[in-house]
């Protein structure tokens, strides 16, 4: 259910919904971050990639940058670091603490070997040619350098994915709904090493399992509002679907005590 048709996926890396739809600012992800409120255990993802510079000096490009969750913490913990963000959309980099610049991941505006670490967290599967917009992040890095890179994994939030197909199909009348759109799934946890491995040889995952308990469905349906970018390609009026996942998602609660949403997560540490 989570498999994406080739629409889907060629959506969720068009550009100009990136760049005016679904990043022009940043609402739709700080919605899709705030579910991990309810997570056990908790990560702190930020910390974890500071953990992982703590060897490094000098400019880190954190390509895709989105809200700038990760270039705040390294401007906190890390202010020797200079830390640079990047994003194909400018309306979401506004309030992103400087220097940020509006970039695209498959052509960077920078020398060979000029970084020392780039961070790619949770967007490579946007970009529309992933293989070439990692061998366009190692040559940004210098020899010895760096990249951190995260994704989920194809089984993540498998609940949601029934619960929007069942939502879908009572909206539609028929058994199961059309899939969700997954972000995801054209750079997965599972896909990832593959696709890294083209220009990286030392690869390690921290895998980020989790559970996600929810007592109250509005954290849900936060959720599931935020693919509104691609409503297009989900083949169902997106959202009556929301309002039905909502309904569904209430039922669970009052019949079971929660919503109980299994999570994987994690980080890949690669170097040349």
Known sequence: MTSNTA?????????????????????????????????????????????????????VLDVGCGNGKFVSRLHKD??????????????????????????????????????????ALHMLYHVGD???????????????????????????????????????????????????VSLSSRFSLEKAPGYLRTAFNDIRVRELPGTIEITDPAPIVAHLASYEAWADQCGVPFRETVGRAAQIAAATIEAEGSFKIACLGGILICRP
Do not use: C
């Open 78 to 119: 890390r202010p020797d670091l200079r830390a640079v963000g990047m994003d194909i959309s400018a309306g979401i980099l506004a309030d992103v603490a400087k220097p940020v610049l509006v970039a695209d991941a498959q052509a960077l505006p920078f020398a060979d070997g000029s970084a020392d670490a780039v961070l």
């Open 7 to 59: 629409q889907q996926d060629a959506a969720v890396a068009d550009k100009v919904i990136l760049a005016n739809s679904a990043y022009a600012d940043g609402r739709h992800l700080a919605a899709r971050q705030s579910i991990y409120r309810w997570q056990r255990p908790q990560y702190d993802l930020p910390g974890i990639v500071v953990e992982e510079l703590v060897g490094t000096r000098g400019i």
């Open 130 to 180: 992933i293989e070439a917009a990692i061998k366009e992040l190692a040559r940004a890095l210098r020899p010895g350098g760096v990249l951190i890179a995260s994704t989920n994994s194809d089984t993540d939030k498998h609940e949601l994915d029934e619960l929007w197909a069942k939502a879908a199909g009572d909206v539609l009348g028929i058994p199961e709904g059309p899939a969700r």
